[in-house]
Nanobody, 126 residues
Framework: VQLQASGGGLVQAGGSLRLSCSASGRTASTGARGWFRQAPGQEREFVAAINWRGASATYYADSVKGRFTISRDNAANTVYLQMNSLIPEDTAVYYC???????????????????WGQGTQVTVSS
């Protein structure tokens, strides 16, 4: 499975961006997708995840809940991360990840995902 993240850019605080994570290859083997981010000098952190194999569910980090929305277009093998009300603290490289499935706390752990895309830079200016 190959993942391609796109949609990053420079935006002013309060603005919006939509990230896309498109998948190719053996996409039928994946039923979960996650977004993680990493700011300079910091560890990679969970942002949002969606699982559609088994019990469908979405998960969000507390820091983005109410501002970010994760969704998927099954036909396009693409997962989106709509980011609204962006703040400078959202500045980071955003990575998408995929795996067979996830549930609960496992969806929030980077080690739960075997497939990773390259990052896309999001910069929020104050």
């Amino acid at each position: 499975v190959q993942l391609q993240a796109s949609g990053g850019g420079l935006v002013q605080a309060g603005g919006s961006l939509r990230l896309s994570c498109s998948a190719s290859g053996r996409t039928a083997s994946t039923g979960a997708r996650g977004w993680f981010r990493q700011a300079p000098g910091q560890e990679r952190e969970f942002v949002a995840a969606i699982n559609w194999r088994g019990a469908s569910a979405t998960y969000y980090a507390d820091s983005v809940k109410g501002r970010f929305t994760i969704s998927r277009d099954n036909a396009a093998n693409t997962v989106y991360l709509q980011m609204n009300s962006l703040i400078p603290e959202d500045t980071a490289v955003y990575y998408c990840a995929a795996d067979h499935s996830c549930s609960g706390y496992g969806c929030r752990r980077a080690r739960s995902y075997n497939y990773w895309g390259q990052g896309t830079q999001v910069t929020v200016s104050s």
